[in-house]
């Protein structure tokens, strides 16, 4: 009323405006309708009015003239005025201040002629009366007032006629209880009883108690009671006491309050006649009581549920019997009845959904419709609500359902006609009924029902305007889920058609919507009721007790019973029960057997909880020690892959989860990816796989099935179907791939950081599993279509998504596979011809015109000086075949095919078989058989076609300008090594490719310098791999040794498969190939010394590699090892070597590293079991014939020798070797630079005819010094033999003949004896060899004595280079003397070593075809027998005469002995002198090359025998090179000459006697 007080203005200018405004003011008032406000406005214009007078701010006079002209505007103003006075009277006599009394007194006076006496003698005080005149006392005025009150309330006047004459009121009950059917109306009633009331001066109230008691007997009349207490009433707060006395009387305890009376009351109260505040306050119980009622149900269900859960002692149970007890008999005395529920529940019987909404939002939630009888009546408005758009949208069809009849009551809830209406009121009943609609399964189902009509027409309503109203509608019908259907259905007791029928409308929710649901239901929707909690505290009890029990034998019993629980609360069984198997993973099984009775809706709910568990972020998804993923995840993705298998669970949710994870660059819950895959489409992914199973992996796709894997799992059918579609439905198939090929690298560098290094791996290994799995799922499974639709081209995936090249290519394979057979199936229907040729040309056209694209994107891949050494088309064609293209697994098919004959056999031997059972499996078996049959001559047609494009192609592949070397170490680095790590069949299609390249004669591959590439240098490959990367690189590596393995086993074989192929060339440049000169060509001899020099290097590296003490070193090369065992190690002492460092691992780890010591054990196991295969080294190599006649050319006598392919051998081997480090060097980025010895070095020309890889030197050079040396040759070989030394030889070969049996043994014990006398001897004779080098420094012409030097050097720089690895290669004496002593076997342990990490590089340039272990033992042996025959000669002065001819036979039978070792010496020192000449320079840059020994002590020697041989190698760089290098270029020469040689043996034997003698 601020808008209402007198402005100050009006009274200062009362006389000019102010009067006038007020008037205006009072007129308007008046004549506005305000709904009974009006009288409150003018009531407080003239309180302010007066109340200026009081002050003193405005004149007596003129304010009574003002208030005088107001009385005319309305009738009853006078009593208006006189509230207004009422209250400034009280207001004034409260004043301190009597002036303002005074002023108050006069206004009343001044205000006597237009205000009645009457009416003041009302409302003012009896002192104020007085004042003004209008009584003489006060004290007589308030006397004569008590008086008059008591007479009118306290004085009886009438009699009670109901008990003493009830004429009236019988008459008044029979007129309210006559037949009110006929004509009968209110109105005439109501005449009736105002008659009897006057007649019978009857009390009005008694009478409305009466007719309202009639009414409560007849409450089927509403509309006539109605209409007569609405027109007998006067005043609506007097029919409110009357109900609130009766109501009160039924509020004593054991008292019932009728519902007839809660239907009166509700009659009137829809029908205005009272209003609810005034009612709501006679009823029982007080709002406040209700409140702590609520809580107290809240607090014992939380109790209970507490109890259900904790471990209670039997003590403590019958304790808790005796207070339940207690509690039940204080609650013997019934309470009285909830008067507002009974109110409530009245209200919405007849439909008066206003005022039951007002009564429920003074109660707590849900508190109201807990009471069934309220919930079913609100389920019953609810219907009523529903039934006219049900009828039209969600009755099925067939379906007739129950007729209800409208209400009568035209305030009820207006029934729906379109989903629009039901946001009127539907929504909103349905909300105050929350879980309780339980209690009527039939409106649960409408409501589903209208849920599902909504959602088929807002699919198919797409319409802009229309779009805004749907999104309203199905946010509701989510809330009406999520608060009322969900909390419903856990409320209803195994009502697994509701269940069903909810599953109805949340199938087409999106999953997203669903999982919101889901999470809402479980973690909050069950605190919010007391019964949801105690609900919850039961299911977890009942789920506790079928879970201890659950067993395989069981699970039929128990899978119903978690049926039955699951179909209400889902949610916290399936918490429960993953709960559990996270701790019990033996649990899997029974638990994913025993869900096969739930519905839908649980397995979605399931799979939701799923989700849950595995992104829930107080789990750790690792172990404690950090190095390998917790048990709890591995058990839950397994679940998942059992359980996605086995029931029709939608799988976008999961397959999201993973992708989210992966794009958030988390890579554990890949684990879940994998386990789906592999249980739902068959497809496995292990390293351990057999031969069997990978040589099935090559053909197609049934023998796949039937052969490649370790579970045959059946019925893949329908689930690899169901987990295409939904790939494909959402989306998700390539991102999955981009993300895992991404992530391969994300694991190293952006997980890596703080994780463990074996985590790391293994994460990798996941993440790459996974993907290999992943994509052959979608190669064999997405249509051709679709695969392309989706897969980009490969420089698009490379370069925009960058995603590494080998995934790239991994995934774009299936794609080129799938255009060029469309395209081939287009080129045959376009031309008829049957020819097989005809076919061949149409599928090479198809390829060019599929892969032309491909070739040209690949360019955009790598540097363009790639493409110097690769053509592009040789890339591609690399990366684009399969093993499926190469060979046809006939072995796999025929096997698979006997398999089948012999189930067909044995199902026509069982007689338990039904025969209808019985033809079905034969059927089946022979249907399988004829698939695979079929595919395997498909398979043929398509390698044929293949091999005879490649064929086509491999003319192309190589450029001619390029190295040869340059060229292999592209096809390492690019194609070769990324690929056999990818997968174990790839590892195998790396192997096979090579050998195809080489069978094909393709120009310019020099297939010996990639095998030696391969094995020549493994440490840096095995270190960098992760555990299942060397599982497939040791396949690699044994498929690799398959081939040189059979290619060493026989000369036939050799000569077929590698004589006369540009592979086998040992010209390294790229040249044509003529295939006329066998010089250039590698011959069988020499190839087996090749092989093995590459088995004596992967020894090398595989000791050295034990020897690191690093886990990743450690673990894979014993992978490795344990792979290519069937192929290596074949000789003895190499294999012996190697089982030493194993057990010396075995007995180191076995309490510091558990799983490399189950490693090594199981490694040494089997080694140990090969050993019978191995060989020794001269059975593996031809090595004792050629080293007796290997002795320097310049020195030979007779025409030729047979140790010259040896040389040649060890020599191409060194240009190999220095091929294989330099480009390996450049592959490391090694910026350091070469010194000019080591560019020296490489410039010597090679033994093959051809310069090293640096060579610069022109070819007419070389030949003239080839000319020149020719000729010094000639010369010595002219030279007269007729020396004393020749008549010593004859004596020789006699004695020679008749001792052949004592020759061998003194031989082999020469090998295999070490006596440790002989040392100080040695070092004599090395300190003599440093004065006859110096000599030969100066130029003396010492023949004889510059071969002992170079011996002896060779002696020192073997003990300074090689004496670690010879200690290590060494093999253990088999037949060595008991009475060996223990110092000596101190000492061997003391010399074993292995090569340093940078030997395994730099080594190769430097050794020769590595028979460095024999040669160190046989010098040994030499200088033994040396020493023995000069105590002998000392003795021989002591002995009688008589015993000379004894001394002479023994000393003639050691001077053979002496010869044949003096010649195995100078085989060794003549390839260590060419080699030395070679490499002197970089040996001394390489200090690190030299193997490092297991003791500081032999650290320590070699140290001092290196400082030693200084000098000597000072010495060894004066002399000329000529000779060496002319040594070297006569091998071809000596090749030429090999007939002659052959054919003058008697007298090469001769000749080598003599400078054996010589020598001596």
Not at 341 to 348: K, M, P, V
Not at 381 to 396: F, K, N
Not at 450 to 456: H, S
Not at 1068 to 1091: I, M, P, S
Request: proline share 4%.
């Amino acid at each position: 009323m601020a808008t209402l007080i007198i402005p100050g203005e009006w009274i200062k200018n009362w006389e000019k405006s102010g009067k006038h405004e007020f008037v205006q003011l009072c007129k308007d008032l008046t004549e506005k309708t305000r709904h009974g406000k009006e009288i409150q406005d003018i009531q407080t214009a003239l309180y302010e009015l007066c109340w200026q007078v009081v002050l003193g701010n405005l004149k007596l006079d003129l304010a009574a003239g003002v208030l005088g002209d107001t009385m005319e505007l309305r009738e009853d103003m006078p009593s208006i005025l006189a509230d207004v006075f009422s209250i400034l009277d009280n207001e004034t006599g409260a004043l301190e201040e009597k002036h303002k009394r005074d002023n108050f007194t006069q206004l009343v006076g001044a205000c006597l002629f237009f205000v009645p006496e009457a009416i003041l003698k009302e409302r003012l005080d009896p002192e104020t009366l007085e004042s003004l005149g209008l009584i003489k006392q006060a004290h007589q005025f308030n006397q004569k007032i008590v008086k008059i009150k008591t007479k009118l309330f306290y004085k009886q006047q009438k009699f009670n006629l109901l008990r003493e004459e009830n004429e009236g009121y019988a008459k008044l009950i029979t007129e309210l209880g006559q037949d009110l059917s006929g004509s009968v109306t209110s109105h005439l009633i109501l005449e009736s009883i105002k008659s009897l009331i006057g007649c019978f001066n009857l009390d009005p109230n008694r009478v409305l108690d009466i007719i309202l008691e009639v009414y409560e007997s007849r409450s089927d009349q509403d509309d006539f009671f109605l209409s007569l207490i609405k027109s007998y009433m006067c005043e609506p707060l007097t029919l409110c006491h009357i109900l609130g006395f009766k109501f009160k009387f039924y509020q004593e305890p054991n008292e019932e309050t009728p519902k007839s009376l809660y239907h009166i009351a509700a009659a009137l109260l829809h029908h205005n006649l009272i209003q609810l505040e005034d009612l709501y306050v006679h009823l029982m119980p007080l709002d406040a009581a209700i409140i702590e009622e609520h809580k107290r149900e809240i607090s014992e269900a939380k109790q209970i549920a507490r109890k259900l859960v904790m471990v209670v002692l039997p003590s403590e149970k019958s304790e808790d019997k005796d207070k339940d007890k207690d509690k039940e008999e204080e609650k013997s005395d019934k309470p009285p009845d909830n008067q507002k529920l009974g109110l409530l529940e009245a209200l919405l019987r007849i439909g008066d959904w206003h005022h039951a909404q007002s009564i429920m939002d003074q109660m707590p939630p849900f508190y109201a419709s807990s009471h069934k009888a309220i919930a079913l009546a609100l389920c019953q408005l609810v219907h009523l609500t529903v039934e006219p758009l049900y009828r039209r949208a969600g009755l099925p069809k067939g379906a007739r359902g129950c007729v209800l009849h409208p209400l009568r009551n035209k305030g009820a809830p207006r029934p729906a006609e379109t989903f629009e209406d039901l946001r009127r009121d539907t929504f909103s009943m349905l909300g105050y009924l929350g879980p309780h609609l339980s209690n009527d399964p039939i409106l649960f189902a409408k409501v589903v029902r209208l849920g599902k009509a909504f959602m088929k027409e807002q699919q198919n309503d797409n319409s802009a305007d229309v779009r805004d109203k749907m999104d309203t509608l199905l946010s509701c019908f989510l809330s009406v889920a999520d608060q009322v259907l969900l909390p419903s259905l856990s409320l209803m007791e195994c009502n697994a058609c509701m269940s069903e029928e909810l599953w109805g409308l949340f199938k087409l929710f999106p999953y997203q919507h669903r999982y919101r649901l889901y999470g809402q239901w479980k973690n909050e929707t069950y605190s919010s009721h007391p019964l949801l909690v105690k609900v919850k505290a039961h299911t977890v009890e009942r789920a506790k007790y079928i879970m201890k029990r659950l067993t395989k034998e069981n699970v039929k019993q128990s899978g119903r019973q978690i049926g039955k629980l699951s179909h209400s609360n889902p949610t916290i069984l399936f918490d429960y029960m993953l709960s559990q198997i996270q701790w019990y993973d033996n649990l899997i099984v029974p638990v994913v057997d025993s869900l096969k009775y739930l519905t839908s809706l649980n397995y979605d709910v399931l799979a939701y909880c799923i989700i849950e568990a595995l992104a829930n972020p107080e789990k750790e998804k690792m172990k404690h020690d950090d190095t390998t993923i917790s048990s709890w995840l591995q058990s839950l993705a397994s679940l998942c892959g059992a359980v996605f298998r086995k029931y029709p669970i939608e799988l976008a949710g999961l397959l999201q989860y993973v992708t989210n994870q992966l794009k958030a660059g988390k890579s554990f819950d890949l684990l879940i990816l994998k386990e789906v895959v592999q249980k739902m489409a068959g497809i496995e992914i292990t390293d351990e796989m057999t031969s069997e199973q990978l040589e099935a992996m090559t053909g197609g796709e049934q023998l796949k099935a039937e052969g490649g894997y370790f579970g045959q799992i059946r019925n893949t059918k329908k689930s690899s179907q169901r987990l295409k579609d939904v790939l494909l439905d959402h989306e998700l198939a390539l991102p999955l791939c981009l993300l895992m090929a991404q992530q391969r690298n994300g694991v190293v560098f952006l997980e890596g950081g703080e994780n463990h290094l074996k985590l790391v791996g293994h994460l990798y290994d996941q993440c790459h599993d996974t993907l290999v799995q992943f994509g052959g799922f979608l190669a064999s499974n997405l249509s051709t279509e679709d695969y392309i639709k989706r897969v980009p081209p490969i420089d698009i995936l490379c370069n925009q998504f960058h995603t590494p090249h080998d995934a790239a290519f991994f995934l774009s394979r299936p794609m080129y596979a799938h255009q060029i057979l469309s395209k081939y199936d287009e080129l045959k229907k376009a031309e008829k011809g049957n020819k097989q040729q005809q076919k061949v040309h149409k599928y090479v056209a198809a390829c060019e015109q599929v892969m032309a694209p491909v070739h040209e994107a690949v360019v955009s891949l790598h540097p363009p000086r790639v493409w110097d050494d690769l053509r592009p088309q040789f890339y591609a064609t690399f990366w684009s075949l399969t093993m499926y293209d190469l060979a046809v697994p006939h072995p796999a098919y025929e096997r698979e095919v006997n398999k089948l004959k012999v189930q067909i056999r044995a199902i026509e031997e069982n007689s338990e078989i039904p025969m209808n059972k019985k033809k079905k499996e034969k059927e089946r078996c022979t249907a399988l058989q004829e698939k695979l049959q079929e595919e395997e001559k498909k398979q043929l047609e398509h390698v044929q076609r293949v091999l005879h494009r490649l064929k086509l192609e491999k003319d192309n592949w190589l450029l001619a300008k390029s190295t040869k070397n340059e060229t292999i170490t592209k096809f390492l680095q690019l194609c070769l090594f990324p690929r056999c790590i990818f997968s174990s069949i790839d590892a195998v299609y790396c192997a096979r490719f090579v050998e195809l390249v080489h069978q094909q004669k393709t120009p310019n591959f020099c297939t010996l310098l990639c095998y030696d590439r391969v094995f020549s240098a493994i440490i840096y490959t095995v270190a960098s791999c992760t555990e299942n990367e060397s599982h497939r690189y040791g396949r690699f590596l044994c498929c690799m040794l398959e081939t040189v393995t059979r290619w060493h086993s026989d000369r036939s074989i050799y000569e077929k498969e590698c004589v006369n192929y540009p592979g086998f060339l040992t010209i390294f440049r790229a040249t044509g190939f003529d295939g006329g000169n066998k010089a250039d060509q590698l011959d069988y001899e020499n190839f087996r010394h090749v092989v093995h020099k590459w088995h004596y290097m992967l020894t090398k590296a595989s000791v050295h590699c034990l020897e690191t003490g690093d886990y990743t070193h450690i673990r894979n090369i014993l992978i490795v090892l344990t792979k290519i065992l069937p192929c290596y190690p074949k000789v003895l002492n190499l294999g012996q070597a190697l089982e030493c460092r194993v057990h010396k691992i075995c007995l180191e780890e076995k309490d510091k590293r558990p799983d490399l010591y189950a490693l090594a054990m199981g490694y040494s196991g089997r080694l140990k079991s090969q050993k019978v295969h191995m060989v020794p080294e001269n059975e593996f190599h031809h090595k004792e014939q050629p080293a007796r006649s290997i002795t320097p050319a310049s020195q030979q006598n007779g025409p030729g020798s047979t140790g010259k392919p040896a040389a040649n051998a060890s020599k191409t081997d060194e240009g190999a070797a220095e091929d294989s480090d330099r480009v390996k060097d450049k592959s490391l980025v090694m910026t350091k630079p070469l010194n000019k010895a080591n560019s020296a070095a490489a410039k010597v020309t090679t033994s093959n005819g051809n310069g090293a890889l640096n060579s610069t030197k022109p070819i007419k050079e070389r030949d003239d010094k080839e000319r020149s040396m020719k000729e010094k040759k000639e010369k010595k070989e002219k030279t007269p033999g007729s020396t004393p030394e020749n008549k010593a030889e004859t004596r020789r070969e006699k004695l020679r003949d008749e001792r052949p049996g004592k020759e061998e043994r003194a031989a082999r014990e020469g090998k295999e004896k070490t006596p440790k006398a002989d040392r100080e001897k040695a070092k004599a004779e090395e300190k003599g060899s440093k004065d006859d080098k110096a000599k030969a420094g100066n130029g003396e012409p010492a023949e004889p004595s510059r071969e002992r030097d170079v011996i002896k050097e060779s002696k020192s720089k073997e003990k300074g280079d090689r004496s670690a690895v010879a200690g290590v290669l060494k093999s253990p004496v088999p037949r060595a003397e008991a009475a060996e002593s223990e110092r000596d076997h101190k000492r061997r342990k003391i010399e074993h070593s292995s090569p340093s990490h940078s030997s395994s590089v730099k080594d190769n340039s430097i050794e020769p075809k590595e028979p460095v272990p024999k040669h160190h033992i046989t010098y040994n042996s030499v200088s033994r027998s040396m020493s023995r025959e000069r105590e002998l000669e000392k003795k021989d002065m002591d002995t009688p005469p008589g015993r000379s001819k004894e001394k002479k036979e023994e000393k003639d039978r050691k001077d053979r002995k002496r010869d044949h070792t003096v010649n195995e010496r100078e085989m060794s020192v003549e390839a260590k002198r060419k080699k030395d000449e070679n490499g002197t320079n970089s040996f001394k840059n390489s200090k690190s090359s030299s193997p490092s020994c297991d003791s500081p002590l032999s650290v320590e020697k070699e140290k001092s025998k290196r400082s030693k041989s200084s000098s000597k190698e000072k010495a060894e760089s004066l002399k000329p090179e000529r000779a060496s290098s002319a040594a070297k270029k006569e091998s071809r020469h000596d090749k030429e000459k090999k007939e002659k040689r052959d054919s003058s043996g008697g007298k090469e034997e001769k000749k080598h006697h003599k400078s054996s003698d010589k020598h001596r």
